[in-house]
């Protein structure tokens, strides 16, 4: 079976040794994906902000290997502070609203940058049908 990969071009990548995403047959894995672009938080303080950022990054990496978002089934949200969960919930919604993948949201202790509020994972199957 060929494996497609995405990359995004950051320094973590070849560091850690993973990918933005990966396409298997008709299945794709987003990363866990935060709101930084060219080393800079975007948003900062902003879950509702990050969080938009994050699914249009996820958008597009999906789209590079042949998926959108309406094949995704399955969304991970880390959070920093749960309390902000709707702002977090809001965005998603918009983006998912009509899709409505299974979805899980977990609040974290810290995640790589203090700055970062959100970190979202993604699970699309493309219908090959």
Known sequence: MSRQQVFTGSPWEPLVGYCR??????????AGTTAMQEGVVVGAGDPYVQTKFILQTIEKALNELGASLNDVVRTRMFVTDITRWEEVGKAHGEFFGQIQPVATMVEVNALIDPLLMVEIEAEAIIDTE
Request: charged residues 30%.
């Open 21 to 30: 995403a990966i396409r298997v047959g008709n299945r794709v894995e987003v």
